[in-house]
């Protein structure tokens, strides 16, 4: 008899949720994740998610100053990108937005995830202005163990119809070294296991943290 290896199914967390369009990639790459908590303030946002995908609205867990972390294997956060772009008077930490896009990686961070995601305008990496904020994001992942590969992305080269600079970051913890790497240039490295999905998860973590990456290549 003939055993088939069932997909495993890994869970899912998202900060700055907006309309989770994030949901709609997972589907198309046909990958086995499980939603399981997402953070979103937006009314017009959560209306959009309310008319066309409702069941999502049972994990939204509020604004991430105060949202539970919920454990998961990936957390993808885009905090607010008005701090460091022209619309946004490029105001840096002066913008209570920088604040609070710090806050979503705090609270990706106390979900406890292996792989962390953090999507942003590229000027947030390559100008001086906001070396202060810059480092201030990657320090608080390496001091909880997280391993760092970033690099700006042109969105034309992903088979979009627009030209934007996007930072993408990615940490890693407890996978292959150099897995942050891989993530950005190479298919996602396979995770040996989900971890148990919905069980929440408080802040006592490990310091311990061997460097990989945080330069541009």
Not at 121 to 133: C, P, Q
Request: with cysteine.
């Amino acid at each position: 008899m003939t055993v088939r290896e069932e997909t495993p199914t890994y869970t899912y967390n998202e900060g700055f949720a907006g309309i989770v369009t994030s949901k709609r990639a997972i589907e198309i790459a046909g990958i086995g994740w499980k939603v399981n908590a997402l953070s979103e303030i937006d009314e017009k946002a959560i209306a959009v998610e309310k008319k066309h995908y409702p069941p999502l609205l049972a994990h939204y867990v509020g604004n991430v100053l105060t949202a539970e972390p919920y454990q998961a294997d990936v957390v993808h956060v885009s905090p607010p990108c008005q701090p460091y772009s022209i619309l946004g008077e490029m105001r840096g930490a002066g913008d209570p937005r920088a604040l609070i896009g710090l806050a979503g990686v705090v609270w990706a961070v106390a979900c406890n995830p292996r792989v962390i995601v953090i999507e942003n305008v590229h000027d947030l990496a390559t100008s001086k202005r906001y070396e202060h904020e810059f480092s201030a994001m990657l320090d608080y992942l390496v001091s909880h163990g997280y391993s760092i590969a970033y690099r700006t992305i042109c969105t034309s080269s992903l088979g979009l119809h627009v030209r934007r600079n996007r930072l993408i970051i990615v940490a890693t913890k407890g996978l292959r070294p150099g897995s942050e790497r891989r993530i950005l240039g190479d298919p996602l490295p396979r995770i040996e296991r989900p971890l148990s999905g919905g069980a929440r998860h408080g802040c006592g973590f490990s310091c311990r943290f061997s460097f990989v990456g945080g330069a541009f290549f």
